[in-house]
Every structure is written in C-alpha cells, then in structure tokens.
C-alpha cells in the first residue's frame, strides 16, 4: 500500500527544519526484581545498569537526524550536570545546530524511569514549569529570528516545562507567517487558543479530548475533535495521534484520512510521538504531500515503539520496512553490526542472557551444529558471528570459501537456534565482542579460554567463556578433501 513512499525517502534527506521546546534528559534505570521489600510492599530493583536519552524536543531533533534531517534546536537547560550531559549529547549528534540557553534559575529537566524485565516499574521527575524570564524569552526569540530563514519547516515542541511561553509562542506563529515557513505544533494543556492560527497541530488522544470536551472513543471522533479545532483556532491541518489506531490526518475542507498501524510487538511507547513529528515535518520540508508524510509518520511511529527507551528509527530501518513489511523482516536474521549490537541490548533490557559464537561456516556440517546447539543453551539469544569471503580466504587461501557469504549466512540464519547472524570482514570477531557485548562467549573446546579472542573484555563486563564440546572427525576441510578424492 505504502510502496510507493520507498522512492520518496531520499526527498527529505538533507532539508533542515527548526526545532523549538522544552528539551530534557531521560534517564533510564534498568535492573531486576526478586523480592518485595519488607519494608513496604513495593519491589525491590536490583540495579544492573542505566543509560540517558535526549528526551522532549531533544528526541525530535534526535529522530530527524537519524533520517537525514539537518536541524537547528533551541530550548532551556539549567546550569547542572544534566543540563550539561544535555549539552554534550546534541553536540555528538551530525547536523545538528544547538542554540541552547543556560537559565540558572531552573533545574534541567531530567525524567528517570526505573525499569525491570522489560517493564517500566516506577516514573521519577526532576522539572519546574515556570515560564522563561523575560530577558531569556528575548533571547529564545532572537535565536529563532537568526535560524529560521536556512529552516524549511519550524516545530514547537510544547511539554508545558515553561520555554514556549504565550509571548513566545505568538512571536514565532507570527513570525512563521511572515516567513511562509509551515509551523507544526507538539500541544500539551488544555487551551489550544495559544496555538491560534498554526499549520498543524499534533495531539494525543488524550489532549484531543482534554481540549475539545469529545471523548476519543473512535477514529471518527477523533475527526470530529479535530475538525472542532481547524475551525476554532484558525488551523490548516490536524495530525491525530491515536497510539495502537495509528493517526488521523484531518486539513482544513478536506476529507480525513485514517493510517493504521502495522501490528507488532509493543515494547517501549516512550517518544514515539515525537518519532511521528519529526518525520511529518522532515518529510513535509522534502516536499512530500501531507498525506504522504503522515503515512510515513506513522509508519516510523509504529515501528520505534518496538524498540527500547526512548530512541530513534533510522532511514535504513524505514526504508526496510516500507520494502519489506515486519514479516519478511522478522524472517530476516542477517543484521549489520549497528543493528545487532542494537538488538543485543534490546534483549538484554529485556532480561534476556545473550550468547555470541564465531566461525566460517563453510559447507555446514554435524560440527557446527553441535556448536551451535550447545552455545544455545548456555543463552537465550544467540548471535552468530560469521567470516566475509574475503575474510575466509586471508585464513584459509585463495580457494576458500565454497560457498559464498550470502549462501552461508542464509543456511546460518535458518536455523531455529540462531536469532542474529553478522558477516565481519576482519580476521577476528574482536570488534563484534566490543559492540554487542554479549553476556556468554562460546567457542569450540580446541582453544584455551586464555586463546578465546574477546575472553578477557566478556570476563571483565561480567560475562562467561564457554568451551564446547567437539565432534571427531568433523570439518569442512576433512569434507572437501573426501569430496576431492
């Protein structure tokens, strides 16, 4: 249905759009419970590790950029570590033009979620939202006079912490007009009065509701809302977020278009709806149609809420999913290395242990089964580390491999006992063991643990080495030698 949207990915690569809001960090804590507290009952988290995220308009700056977007942000942290940990994540982010204000006056707001087996236990903020002071609202706004005329689209990003004050908001809707430049709006509250006159709003379910009076039971109510809204506060276009129902693309004398989501596993809706505004006003800035951008919005907003934390979809994970849908994809084990270090934290977060073993695989043999079948057993996610071609030959010569990467990677990733399979190019898996990480390392029992390549970074981070038991008599070399004679 959506095929055609593939082709039109490379429109938005390269535009910029400005971003201006309330940008925060999001902390996440992750750990396992096993027992209740004697002291109240509640659950006792046992910490393993923690991670931070850019969060609120941070995390749309950070989904456009994984799209190809150029952006400019601005927006208000404190003078803290946060809000210097803030600072330093935009700076490590390609394309990105940070013209962040330092307010000694506010905390930067940081949202701390505890997690445990894959579920968020418990939501700890650390925010205030009074409004900027005057001279930092005369600040933010000449900040968005300097950047808006290089920005195609302009997107407030509205999480009522106090940086889009009613002065300030006016100033850039104004502005935006003067400018001809589209300006798609985040909302939060309940009086949208000061969103007057905007290209598009963006709401929830729940905002829609909260500022219309409607309740959200069903897509054509949501419609109704919106419709309420484009005719009360002058908009063009309303882009309904209904969360598992996908979203509701409402203009202005137009009929309403509904976009379903693409079912899939749900496992973390943290950000997914600043996934869907950044890539509705990236594609917008390309030149893509609403329609179009919308469709792909919710495609992207789909996909990323299968993913952990709050995160990012990248255009190789959009383009793939608009080429193949999430069967084919979920048949598809053959992952790169960034997407499989991305999974093995995943599964981690999860709570699952995950194994990685290595090897040519040339001609598959009761060999590399066994391996294969006793590494799986020691993990409950397996990742397979698997020798380019020209790889192979550096190791073994010139006449090697028989059969192609491609051709080996197919047969590795049909096993059931297999869930990821990487082709390196280098003569050893070190840099694999470094990026995924893996908690068990599995290897035949013809090497010491002390010659096991990675042993020594696995052991450090906590992880095990595990010697597998060989099969006699079982190699590919031995099988072409047979098949020679």
């Excluded at 109240?40 to 850019?54: D, K």
């Excluded at 962040?100 to 939501?123: C, E, H, S, Y």
């Excluded at 990026?435 to 981070?461: F, H």
């Excluded at 060989?470 to 098949?483: M, Q, W």
Aim: glycine letters at 8%; hydrophobic letters at 40%; charged letters at 25%.
């Amino acid at each position: 249905m959506y095929a055609h949207l593939h082709a039109l990915l490379e429109q938005i690569e390269g535009h910029r759009i400005l971003c201006v809001g309330d940008v925060m960090l999001d902390r996440f804590i992750y750990g396992q419970v096993e027992r209740i507290s004697p002291e109240a009952p509640i659950p006792v988290l046992r910490i393993m590790r923690e991670s931070t995220a850019l969060g609120g308009s941070g995390n749309v700056v950070r989904n456009a950029v994984a799209l190809g977007g150029h952006i400019d942000i601005i927006g208000a942290v404190g003078q803290d570590r946060a809000g210097y940990e803030l600072a330093e994540q935009l700076a490590e982010l390609p394309n990105v033009v940070s013209y962040i204000i330092t307010d000694n006056n506010r905390p930067t707001t940081i949202k701390t979620r505890f997690v445990a087996d894959g579920q968020q236990l418990l939501r700890a903020d650390n925010e205030v939202n009074t409004t900027l002071s005057p001279q930092n609202e005369e600040q933010t706004l000449m900040r968005v006079k300097s950047a808006i005329d290089s920005c195609e689209v302009v997107v407030l990003s509205d999480y009522a912490k106090g940086v889009l004050t009613e002065t300030v908001l006016r100033a850039i809707i104004d502005l935006c007009h003067e400018k001809k430049k589209p300006v798609l709006i985040d909302p939060k509250g309940r009086d949208f009065n000061r969103y007057r006159g905007a290209f598009m709003l963006t709401p929830n379910r729940k905002e829609l509701h909260e500022s219309t009076g409607i309740d959200i039971k069903t897509v054509e109510d949501a419609e109704k809302a919106a419709r309420q809204l484009i005719e009360t506060y002058d908009l063009n276009g309303v882009l309904a977020k209904l969360g598992g129902e996908g979203v509701c693309l409402v203009l202005k004398d137009q009929k309403a278009k509904h976009f379903h989501t693409t079912a899939r596993e749900v496992f973390d809706v943290s950000g997914a709806g600043d996934t869907v505004v950044a890539t509705m006003a990236l594609a917008l800035a390309g030149g893509l149609t609403p329609e179009d951008s919308a469709a792909l919005a919710n495609i992207a907003g789909s996909f990323v809420v299968g993913k952990a934390g709050t995160t990012a979809v990248t255009a190789d994970e959009l383009r793939q999913e608009l080429l193949h849908g999430q069967s084919t994809r979920n048949q598809a084990k053959v992952f790169s290395l960034p997407a499989a270090a991305e999974l093995a934290d995943r599964w981690r977060k999860e709570g699952f242990k995950v194994g990685f073993t290595n090897g040519v695989f040339d001609l598959l043999h009761p060999g590399h089964l066994s391996l294969i079948r006793q590494a799986r057993k020691e993990c409950d996610r397996l990742i397979i580390g698997m020798n380019s071609d020209a790889s192979v030959k550096r190791l073994k010569g010139e006449e090697r491999p028989i059969q192609k990467e491609d051709a080996r990677a197919a047969v590795l990733a049909s096993l059931a006992d297999i869930d990821g399979v990487v082709i390196f190019t280098e003569d050893t898996p070190l840099s694999l063991i470094e990026s995924i990480r893996p908690d068990i390392l599995i290897k035949g029992a013809d090497y010491t643990v002390e010659t096991v390549v990675g042993a020594d970074l696995v052991q450090g981070w906590g992880g095990k080495i595990v010697l597998a038991k060989l099969v006699e008599g079982e190699s590919t070399t031995s099988t072409i030698a047979k098949l020679r004679s």
